[in-house]
């Protein structure tokens, strides 16, 4: 007998034209949210997916947007009568093309390239969502910023003074009130505003999973489910952190390609790079190992290892003394 959640998901699909005798429940790529799809007679893959109950269609308007526009997404698949989505039992449903994974993960450059060129072409002259948003203010940003330096400045206190934790921590918390100064410096009102004026838009969760390289050596990315109108540097700052929170990898080269691959594709926010570097400055990765997690070791009565702190740390360290002399060779060319 099928299940009552197999049930649902074949009245979803009967939207589509689609019934029992014709395609299968292949595999559930997530669970209660994403399912692999197969035709009994052509093998063909399609993939259903699920928005959750407190979300809105704008993820899936954003995803048939960003196709119509040439975008690589996967192909979306509308309904009997055309619609994007179907829903059922305040949930979201939608049906979407399977793209083969060639088995590799694209680049870290390949990760940037995609990253600008979204911010570039995700910019549409009316809003998706029928209730336009706020965007947030310089003040709300600042406040944000400020309160994390002072998590750290905290943490720097509460260390016994002459260890090496002690010295790591009062050096990250210089870093991070430098990163505060710097931004505050910045044109970050100027920002906001252009930002809100192009109507920008955020990935919401741009990680290695969600860009895909596909059989045919396409780069196609994938899941806006977290998708809202915001500032880029949030996105921007996401993968940063991504990018160089393995101390193996080279900060450097990483932030070097990051700015320049960035910049040279999405020059639309080009004149506010002092806003991206004052951020990006900050020590996100030690920051969340410290702060971030802090929750989850204090649950389990662990610290994390002193190695590890040391190591981040001087990753920070590499990152702020490259992005500072960037900083002053840009502030040179202005």
């Known amino acids: ?28 790529l997530k669970k209660e949210k994403v399912w692999l799809l197969q035709n009994k007679k052509t093998g063909e893959r ?54 083969p994974s060639s088995g590799g993960k694209p680049s870290f450059q390949q990760r940037i390239e995609w990253l600008a060129r979204f911010h570039k072409d995700s910019l549409f002259d009316d809003w998706i969502d029928p209730h336009p948003p706020s965007f947030p203010e310089p003040t709300d940003i600042l406040k944000a910023h400020r309160e994390k330096t002072a998590d750290l400045q905290k943490q720097a206190e509460a260390v016994n003074n002459g260890t090496a934790l002690s010295h790591i921590m009062k050096q990250m918390a210089q870093l991070a009130a430098k990163s505060y100064a710097l931004l505050e410096k910045s044109d970050l009102a100027g920002f906001c505003r252009e930002a809100a004026k192009r109507k920008a838009i955020c990935h919401g969760d ?33 993968l940063l952190v991504s990018l160089t929170r393995n101390p193996k990898n080279n900060v450097v080269k990483r932030l070097r390609s990051l700015f320049e691959i960035y910049f040279s594709i999405c020059p639309l926010y080009a004149s506010y790079q002092s806003v991206y570097l004052a951020d990006a400055m900050f020590p996100h990765v030690f920051y969340s190992e410290i702060i971030g997690q802090g929750t989850r070791k204090r649950a389990t009565g662990s610290q994390p290892p002193l190695d590890l702190l040391i190591r981040l740390a001087e990753q ?12 002053k060779s840009e502030g040179s060319r202005t």
């Not at 196709?67 to 979407?96: C, D």
């Not at 109108?229 to 949030?234: R, S």
């Open 1 to 28: 007998m099928a299940s009552k959640r197999s049930r649902l998901l074949f009245e979803v699909l009967h939207s589509y034209g689609l019934s029992e005798t014709e395609v299968d429940i292949a595999g559930e």
């Open 46 to 99: 399609c993939v259903l997916k699920r928005l959750n109950e407190d979300k809105t269609p704008f993820p899936i308007l954003l995803h048939s947007k960003l196709y119509e526009t040439g975008f690589h997404v996967p192909k979306m698949i509308r309904t009997k009568t055309k619609q994007l989505y179907v829903q059922r039992k305040n949930h979201y449903y939608y049906l979407m093309e399977y793209v």
């Open 206 to 238: 741009y990680n290695s999973n969600n860009l895909l390289l596909a059989e045919n050596n396409n780069v196609m990315m994938i899941d806006f489910d977290r998708a809202y109108y915001g500032l880029p540097l949030d996105d921007f700052r996401f």
């Open 316 to 327: 920070e360290r590499k990152k702020f003394a490259f992005l500072s002399d960037l900083s």
